[in-house]
């Protein structure tokens, strides 16, 4: 896979890990922003006052798909960019940092297509994590035959659930991965 963004921090074969490389990585970073970046002057209260909710997905930079800047905007991320995973991290993002617009963005060729709920319980099981957790937790795949749905299900949730402001503006929209655009479902 190749991308327009580069690789700061390598891949590597040996016995070092990633967090071994950050100090340095950072260094470069910080070099790059100097004084233009003070993010303290700007506080933890996002300018825009939105949250927006997508996938862990390493390929999706969450930032630039809408074109936020540090500072505009909550990011919330979990594993195919779900709501209910969302709850307690969007409470505190409106009731104690006063966002109150929410995004929920999906995306195309989600990890989170390639498999069900039985069939991952059962490779959890088959590689030795088996008991409750396993069986109480919900792991929430998706369909790439509806991605939109899913979308759909995510705002109803977040439009139905009792600890988000009944006011918020919520929307649904999905990214493409093949171009990063992204397109509003509701």
């Known amino acids: 896979m190749s991308s327009m963004l580069p690789n700061v921090l390598s891949s590597s074969t040996s016995n070092t890990s990633v967090a071994d490389e950050l100090s340095s990585s950072n260094e470069t970073y910080v070099t790059k ?3 233009k970046l003070n993010l303290e ?5 996002p300018t825009k006052k939105v949250a927006l909710i997508c996938c862990m997905d390493a390929r999706i930079d969450a930032f630039s798909a809408f074109g936020f800047k540090e500072g505009e905007s909550h990011v919330i991320r979990n594993g195919g960019g779900r709501a209910s ?19 929920i963005m999906h995306h195309t060729d989600c990890g989170f297509f390639t498999f069900t709920e039985d069939k991952f319980r059962q490779t959890l099981k088959s590689n030795g994590y088996p008991g409750p957790d396993v069986d109480l937790m919900s792991f929430m795949p998706m369909s790439a035959d509806d991605i939109d749905e899913s979308v759909k299900e995510d705002v109803e949730y977040l439009k139905n659930h009792a600890l988000i402001k009944k006011d918020s503006k919520i929307s649904g929209w999905v990214n493409d991965l093949k171009d990063g655009s992204v397109r509003r479902v509701v």
């Open 33 to 35: 922003r100097g004084a």
């Open 41 to 45: 002057s700007i506080g933890p209260k």
């Open 85 to 103: 995973d969302s709850i307690r991290s969007l409470v505190i993002s409106q009731q104690q940092l006063g966002t109150d617009e929410i995004i």
